[in-house]
């Protein structure tokens, strides 16, 4: 087999990059070790920062992302019994963001890549990536019994944390940076309507409690555990206990439960891989980086990576400039950084780090003042919205 470029991993930094590329004429193969039921049945990110929609439209997926997405133009900081609206609209420039599940934009990706006619290879086994550092890198792989080798120009390795390509990075450069928190988050999606239009984060003294949505019809609602909680000890009526005991009296009256569809604990962590190129191969997405969620910031650094490595591809391939290849760890890494602080902030002053009343007490005054401050709001809402794309030139 041969092509242009091989992506290994088809979430959603792999479809994405695959789907511009493809529009570019530029010949890709997306190579996924998990079948596509798997794939499409993970539920994680909703929130789409407005940069991450353009690309959406610029891959020609945004048909069924305006019928059904919500565009949010504030959301709620809870603190003290109170609720705080940061007006992202009018503290970003006008600049919004679309509720849609990540679940949804895979799979408008996949629809779109497999009407497109582009080739994936899903369920594929042992996959592993060789001569990086050379000009003729492969990919080999075994798929219903068979070695395949793939050759290529370039690798995207756009295979989540746990995958293969930042595992092939020489050791003696690639170099890591990570921050794990003491606590995670119980998530809970279930068929009932949000408890408000737009989402709350809520600081208590019982822990961090986020509300958030999906659709109307569907709400997604996470509290801060301990990490050694055990989901099966949760049982539905307890959750939604907890929740109501972390928002405002007048939001838990109105807070409509039902049973939970999915529930689950994810751990969180902040995580920096650099650089982000390696010769032939690209860290892109959650292979480089990880955030704690409390930014929304996840699945849109994963878009802002595909952006950057997107047009250096063009740059390669169309306009006879790689050498711009080589400049993409360097733009990727800078708007990462800005992530990761926003992230790590968000996270330091919403979450129970611990029993000192100091430090709760700095919390509160901390949001009192960002929000009671056009300085402040507009800090917090230019970098939810999203801060701008670099140009790769
Ligand atoms: P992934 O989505 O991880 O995709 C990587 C793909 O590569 C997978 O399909 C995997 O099967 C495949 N793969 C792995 N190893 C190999 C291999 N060896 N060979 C071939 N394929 C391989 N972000 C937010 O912004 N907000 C949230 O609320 C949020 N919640 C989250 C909840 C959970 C439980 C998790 C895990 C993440 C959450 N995130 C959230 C983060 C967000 O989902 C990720 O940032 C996003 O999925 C990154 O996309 P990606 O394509 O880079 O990686």
Redesign the pocket.
Known sequence: MKTQVAI?????????LGQLLHRKGIDNVI????SEE??LG??????LEQGMVDLLREAGVDERMDREGQVHEGFHLSFDNRLARVDLKQYSGGKTVMVYG?TEV?KDLMDARKAAGAQSVYE?ED??LHGIDTDTPTVT?VKNGEKVTLECDYIAG????????RKTAPKDVLKTHERIYPFG?L?VLSDTPPVDEELIYANHERGFALC?MRSSTRS?Y?IQVELDEKVEDWSDERFWEELKRRLPEDVAARLVTGPSIEK?I?PLRSFVAEPMKFGRMFL?????H??P?T????????AS?VYTLYHAMIAAYHDGKPELLDKYSDIALRRIWKAERFSWWMTSMMHKFDENTFNQKMQLAELDYFTGSEAGLTVIAENYVGLPYEKVE
Do not use: M
Not at 31 to 34: A, K, T
Not at 42 to 47: C, E, M, Q, T
Not at 295 to 302: P, Q, T, V
């Open positions: 290994i991993g088809a979430g959603p930094s792999g479809l994405l190579i996924e070790q998990r798997y794939v993970r539920i994680r990110a909703g929130v990540q895979t594929a996959v592993a792989f756009c295979d989540g944390y746990h995958g293969i390509s988050w998530g958030s997604r996470y689950s994810a892109v997405g959650d292979a480089a990880i955030v969620p930014g929304a910031k996840g699945l849109n650094l994963a990576d």
